[in-house]
């Protein structure tokens, strides 16, 4: 290996290390020249970033070796990159910020269940463009393994696309038709772990020492003992601890998830380069952002919880750097439901700051507004929204009511206390609530993983299963839970960030009943919270007397809004405002466009919001930005909110 000059790399690299190969070209035409001249410029740019993190894990010693080797795979996949894409790569290149917009609304799919396969989805573009649609989040689709695969994150080959779904030609055309329709494709990647069918499991097991050091095995239960010590247990029902003894290794694998999901053993570099050359070849086929799943869990260390290490943000900063020097366009999206203390890390603090993913779970607000509409009090939610520190202004929040996943009732003890809860009795309280065991309740979510030891309960369900529109008896039920929807929806897209819509929510579909039918989903209630889009249902969806009708044409009013606002440009931090009733939250931002005051009465009785906060604000003359209606006045002066109402109140510079 040789070493230059940071002269060598480009003026101001402020770095010693390895002078990265010129992209060979068959003919040195002046787009030819002009390409390797923007490779170059890109690793002078981001190479600091590159050894930086590869030396804070690896160590200085092995990090030019290493970079020079993952610097060979960029420059071989910028080479491979199609035409339309480095076009991609320069447009968001000149607009850093692509994702921060208030144009940015997700939708998240599995592919057989919105579009039956590849090419369904590509035939329902039009259905996602009429809702408002520019971030598509499809749910695993590479080759997972045979039979129980949870839920798709079992990934037995990386480079194929599951058989039913179609062929890593139908995705890249996918991808190039979502493009066009000026929506960008979301994929997950799984870095923690593979499926135990996979070549890198199939080698180590035929005894290959190459690829058994690509993972944790250990002869005696003397290491793993060692750690059990301190780890937590994910899915205590149906996966107890994290290792299994396998018979083809002779020994003790590392199973965080399920027996037959290996975790990767990311100290080795090996396994950094296998995931870079996945990472870029999904890139080449048109994937805008990947969602990291599990990224907390990749790195291991006795005595903790092996969760949110250092060194997962430090290799986290190692991708994201040679993404920017191969396809710039492609974002990184956080897969951390952390404690909300945690959190900022996966969005970049520190060294790290700006430097590692672009996007993360805002799970606390997501718990928070499940906790104020079970509670009809906000104060809980004030007060641990207030907590979390600023993100950097480059990275950005997802929003969301719910995901694939079930909810955990992540309320911290500390924040419970400081508004004299008990947390443990209000994480119990929602659980109840939730699954409609509490009295006064008309939600009918399932019960998920429950451990009778800390008395943990988690939850599924779709949203409107959740406000209690399935269970609905008379029009005031309706009603009101189709308002609670509303209000829910209308705080993640008036929050700031990427709003992210379930399939099926926007149409108001409850549980699926027969979730427990299909094979494999039997022990799994999340499927509950899953079912196939109903396009039968979909198809009266501009008709508001219905029901799905009412609840889309109440999710594209608030969408066309936020797309009308650019206060709600995710660079802004949502500050929460004063609580002069507890029913009503309160929150502000300010753009350089003007003050954003967003108001949620989130009970089901009318709250009054004083006329002098109105003045205070100077949003009194202001109309709703909503439905264009002027505020409702009481004879005391005061602001008269109706039950679950939600305004937006925007002032102009």
Partial sequence: MTTTSSTDLGEGSGQTGPSP??????????QAQARVAMFNARVERWFPDLHAGLSAVYGSKRADAISFDLLQVARTAYDRRPDHLHARDLDRLLQPDWLQGPDMVGYACYTERFGTDLNGVAGHIDYLRDLGVTYLHLMPLLQPREGDNDGGYAVADYRAVRSDLGTMADLEHLATSLHGAGMSLVLDLVLNHVAREHEWARRARA?????????????????????????????PDFAPGNFTYDEDLAGWVWTTF???????????????HEYVDVILNLANAGVDVFRLDAIAFIWKRKGTDCQGQPEVHALTQVLRALAKIACPSVAFKAEAIVAPTKLLAYLGTGAHAGKVSDLAYHNSLMVQIWSMLAARDVRLAVHALAQLPPKPVTATWL????????????????DAAAVGLSGQAHRRFLAHWYSGD?????????????????????????????????????????????????????????????????????????????WAEEEGHEDDNRWAHRPRLDWWRAASRHDRGTVGGRVYSDLVELIGARKRLPHLHASV??????????????????????????????????RYWPGHRAHQYAVDNLPDAITGEPLTWTPYGDVELKPYQVMWLATTR
């Fill in 21 to 30: 190969d010129r992209v060979p070209h068959a003919d040195s035409s002046a």
């Fill in 207 to 235: 005894g290959e020492q190459k690829y058994r050091d690509y993972f944790y095995v250990y002869r005696t239960r003397r290491e793993p003992n060692a750690y059990e010590r301190t780890l937590p247990e994910v899915f």
């Fill in 258 to 272: 399920n027996e037959w999901q290996w975790d990767v053993n990311w100290s080795n570099p090996d396994v950094l």
């Fill in 399 to 414: 929003t969301y009511l719910r995901c694939h996943d079930d909810i955990g009732w992540a309320i911290m003890d500390e």
């Fill in 438 to 514: 509490f009295t006064g309740s008309n939600a009918t979510g399932l019960v998920f993983q429950y451990n009778p030891v800390n008395d943990d309960r988690r939850t599924s369900g779709t949203a409107a299963s959740l406000v209690g529109l399935e269970s609905a008896a008379s029009r005031h039920d309706v009603e009101r839970a189709v308002s609670m929807l509303r209000l829910a929806h209308a705080l993640i897209l008036g929050w700031g960030g990427i709003p992210v819509i379930w399939s099926g929510d926007e149409l108001g579909q409850p549980n699926d009943s027969a």
């Fill in 573 to 606: 931090e949502t500050q929460i405002g004063e609580v002069d009733d507890p029913g009503v939250l309160v929150t502000v931002r300010h753009h350089p466009a003007g003050r954003f005051v967003g108001l949620y009465n989130v009970t089901p009785q009318t």
